[in-house]
């Protein structure tokens, strides 16, 4: 699923963040010098104004695309693009408070040095982070993983040009591709793995990369099969001046990248203003989330650890977007050797080929008993989904998101099939299409890829929001999770 979003205001939330902080911190500075020496947030009238700062700068950064292109910019044009960005906030907030007749209650000065103090804060934040990041390409701003197709006849002049472009820094490089291994690998300066469009779709399918860049001739024999198989895994394509436009993605877009011309094929898009919302979401659900989870770990973590000594948490290492792993927290609810006595239960795994593990009347569960058919605290929270609520931080940290897909463990993955990585083409989720759908009745995988496909494909802000209520509404009912 490719986020449009990478390339709209919301890809530089760093320079949001610090701007929103730059306002906030002058308007501090303009209440010390107007005021006095104490912290405006504490008297009811001078917070308030500060939270309609707050307000009108979003809206600002909403519809004005105030850091469109931010990294292309010249300095000049910054400062211009600084000057129209405080004047509007003087000039909205000067309204606001005129029309709700506010005014009377504020220092016309107050607000002056406020957007003073702003202008030269917020042009030194733009100014010192634009330098830093093109000093320090391979900074975190380096978000996707790119795996490069082409011939060794094109591959100089693609890694010169790519290379010396502002958009290569957006990607950090994983691969290669292409048509004669020994010529390519002569000709790269940097160690990258080369291999041949035979195994293309295999290292993608194993390793995480987020978008494919295709820069083949249109009348090569690999070109269609190669993007078929691609987009079938749910990973983004690029094709160089491509004419192809029968292919199996839904949806298609032209744009740049690496300062060509391309055509854009993936499963489904996403515009900015939607992921921004799913984002919103999901921040506001995480914050909440996080503190129904120190609550519940109050009365919980007690009854676990009387049940079986050790730690209340814990984390493990699973496979999220486009193969990218993380750690993926939970509170425990099975015994400490859950992980060593899984392999000697495979036999009475429900879900097909160990793609998934799920097993009636699981041994390791705590309190259950050496049959599998007792019921102590680990039944509990896992009926309850207690022991998801620890992935609220995971949401926060941006590794997940509320709803998705279910993140496959490090074994399960590498089983993975490339038409069942295309479920991985969005963030995980903790929760989702099939746990909403009767998920102890679903014990075929494919079953499971299927309908992840679906929600990629057909997915909206409002999916995700029915598939919250329809959560909440059957989480008293449903059985242990799978694990």
Known sequence: MYQKAAKGWLKHWDFMLLD??????????????????????????????????????????????????????GYYYEFTN????????FAMTSIFLFVTQEGINYSRLL?????????????????????????????????????????????????????????MRQYRLVGVGTTNVPAVKAKLKKDWPVVTLDEAVDFVNHNWVDEV?????????????????????????????????????????????????????????????????????????????????VVATIFVAPLIYIQSPGPIFFSQERVGRNGKPFKMYKLRSMYMDAEKRKKQLMAKNRIKDGLMFKMEDDPRIIGSGKD????????????????????????????????????????????YDQHHRARLSTKPGITGIWQVSGRSNITDFEKVVQMDTDYIKNWTIGTDIRIIFQTIGVIFKSDEGAM
Not at 28 to 54: D, H, N, Q, W
Not at 82 to 89: E, G, H
Not at 388 to 409: A, C, D
């Open 82 to 89: 600084t000057v129209k960005t405080v004047f509007m906030v």
């Open 20 to 73: 929103v902080l730059a306002l906030q911190f002058a308007f501090v500075i303009a209440y010390f010098i107007r005021v006095g020496l104490a912290f405006p947030y504490y008297e009811g009238r001078f917070s308030r104004l500060a939270l309609i700062l707050l307000f009108i700068q979003i809206a600002i950064f909403f519809f004005n695309d105030t850091f469109k292109g931010v990294l292309r910019r």
């Open 213 to 293: 860049f295709i820069d083949l001739p249109e009348n090569n024999q690999y070109v269609n099969d190669l993007m078929d198989c691609f987009i079938d895994m749910g990973v983004t394509v690029h094709f160089k001046l491509a004419k192809v436009l029968s292919q199996k993605g839904k949806k298609q877009t032209v744009e740049k990248v690496l300062d060509y011309t391309v055509l854009t094929t993936s499963m489904n898009i996403i515009g900015e203003k939607q992921l921004l919302y799913k984002r919103t979401m999901d921040i506001v659900g995480g914050l909440v989330g996080v503190l129904i989870t």
């Open 111 to 167: 607000v002056f040095y406020t957007c003073v103090i702003y202008f030269f804060m917020s042009l030194g934040v733009r100014y010192f982070l634009k330098a830093f990041l093109k000093k320090h390409p391979s900074s975190r701003w380096t978000r996707k993983t790119l795996f490069i197709i082409t011939t060794p006849e094109s591959v100089e002049k693609l890694f010169e040009d790519g290379l010396k472009s502002l958009s």
């Open 372 to 415: 599998g058919k007792g019921k102590g605290i680990g039944h509990f929270i896992r009926k309850t989904s207690i022991d998801e609520l620890p992935q609220f931080f995971n949401v926060l940290k941006g590794e997940m998101s509320l709803v998705g897909t279910r993140p496959p463990t490090m074994d399960e993955w590498k089983l």
